[in-house]
C-alpha cells in the first residue's frame, strides 16, 4: 500500500513562493506522481505531474513557467515549487500517484492519494 504525506502548505501574500512536499512511503519505479488543487464547489484540477525514472513533465497551462513539479530519488519526496503565486492558486493541494510512467493530467487514472495541504494566497 501506498502512502502518500504533503506537507509545506500554508499563508503567503500575492507574488510569493512555497514549495510543497510529498513524502511517499513506497517508491514503484515506472510510477508516476502528480499535483492537483481543489477549491470548494469546483472539481479537482490538475497542476502538474512527473515520471519517477526519466523526471519527464507536464503542467497546467495556469501554472506553466511559474510552477517547478521535482523529485528526490534518494528521498522519496516529490516537491512542487510554486513562484509568483495569485490569489487564484488558493486551494488544497493533493499528491497523487499512479501506475506507469505515461504522464497523465486525468485525475482519475490516479489511484494513490494523499490527506492535502492547504494554500491560501492572499491579495
Known amino acids: 500500500q501506498v502512502q502518500l504525506v504533503e506537507s509545506g502548505g500554508g499563508l503567503v501574500q500575492a507574488g510569493g513562493s512555497l514549495r510543497l512536499s510529498c513524502a511517499v512511503s513506497?517508491?514503484?519505479?515506472?510510477?508516476?506522481m502528480g499535483w492537483f488543487r481543489q477549491t470548494p464547489g469546483k472539481e479537482r484540477e490538475f497542476v502538474a505531474a512527473?515520471?519517477?525514472?526519466?523526471?519527464?513533465?507536464i503542467y497546467a497551462d495556469s501554472v506553466k513557467g511559474r510552477f517547478t513539479i521535482s523529485r528526490d530519488n534518494a528521498k522519496n519526496t516529490v516537491y512542487l515549487q510554486m513562484n509568483s503565486l495569485k490569489p487564484e492558486d488558493t486551494g488544497v493541494y493533493y499528491c497523487?500517484?499512479?501506475?506507469?510512467?505515461?504522464?497523465?493530467?486525468?485525475?482519475?487514472?490516479?489511484?494513490?492519494w494523499g490527506q492535502g495541504t492547504q494554500v491560501t494566497v492572499s491579495s
Open positions: 512527473i515520471a519517477w525514472n526519466y523526471g519527464g513533465t
Open positions: 497523487a500517484a499512479k501506475v506507469g510512467s505515461t504522464l497523465n493530467r486525468d485525475r482519475q487514472s490516479y489511484n494513490y
Open positions: 513506497l517508491r514503484t519505479f515506472g510510477s508516476t
